[in-house]
């Protein structure tokens, strides 16, 4: 049975960081495209950041690109999403996924085979 179960959401002044973590059983975080989403109210899942491949290469979203850095521990199993300079814009739900079985980062959620629970960032200005 794959959990994914994500922490470190909370509330954050603008310009300030966070680190979010995602804890996974069941499936290998090396061995899969895992990828770091978020929702706002109103707007689609879209997906910010994924980590994938022996190397651990990366992928992001123009909107976080230097702000946002997502990285994964083997021996822990566990994936995370470094964010700072926050900004109000980032306030959503976060959600970590997982494409099991492939190298190749789709941007749409509907690919992803897991999902944790998600975690609520809120940015105040």
């Known amino acids: 049975q794959v959990r994914l179960v994500e922490s470190g959401g909370g509330l954050v002044q603008a310009g300030g960081s966070l680190r979010l973590s995602c804890a996974a059983s069941g499936l290998t975080v090396s061995s899969s495209v895992m990828g770091w989403f978020r929702q706002a109210p109103g707007k689609e899942r879209e997906l910010l950041a994924a980590v994938y491949g022996s190397g651990a290469s990366t992928y992001y979203t123009d909107s976080v690109k230097g702000r946002f850095t997502i990285s994964r521990d083997n021996a822990k199993n566990t994936l995370y999403l470094q964010m700072s300079s926050l900004k109000p814009e980032d306030t959503a739900v976060y959600y970590c996924?997982?494409?099991?079985?492939?190298?190749?980062?789709?941007?749409?959620?509907?690919?992803?085979?897991?999902w944790g629970q998600g975690t609520q960032v809120t940015v105040s200005s």
């Open positions: 996924a997982a494409d099991q079985d492939t190298n190749f980062v789709y941007t749409s959620p509907r690919q992803y085979d897991y």
